[in-house]
């Protein structure tokens, strides 16, 4: 059974840093290809980071240079590190992955079929 557990939300002031943590179960990350994702009240799901099959990673502009992946292949957890927020990055973050590796184009959210719960992440002014 695929499961995704996202954790690491909080509450951060503007220009503060904070790192999300996604941990697998029943899978291995590396036989799956990841994403980042955020989802804003009213808004559609964006994608944030996504490691492509062809081992590329897109890039949301909008966190491009502030927000990056890391993967632990000895903990099957992955990290998105998170700095200089803004008010703007308050959102419900997940992470998802999705098979096969070759399926990752773009960062469509449309693309992954399994999704951890979310965490919140709130930027105060």
């Known amino acids: 059974e695929v499961q995704l557990q996202a954790s690491g939300g909080g509450l951060v002031q503007t220009g503060g840093s904070l790192r999300l943590s996604c941990v697998a179960s029943?899978?291995?990350?590396?036989?799956?290809?990841i994403g980042w994702f955020r989802q804003a009240p009213g808004m559609e799901r964006e994608g944030l980071l996504c490691l492509s099959g062809i081992g590329d990673t897109y890039y949301a502009d909008s966190v491009s240079g502030r927000f990056t992946m890391s993967i632990d292949n000895a903990k099957n957890t992955v990290h998105l590190q998170m700095n200089s927020l803004k008010p703007e990055d308050t959102a419900v973050y997940y992470c998802?992955?999705?098979?096969?590796?070759?399926?990752?184009?773009?960062?469509?959210?449309?693309?992954?079929?399994?999704w951890g719960q979310g965490t919140l992440v709130t930027v105060s002014s």
């Open positions: 998802a992955v999705t098979q096969p590796l070759s399926r990752v184009v773009n960062c469509s959210p449309h693309l992954y079929d399994y």
């Open positions: 029943g899978f291995t990350f590396g036989d799956y290809a």
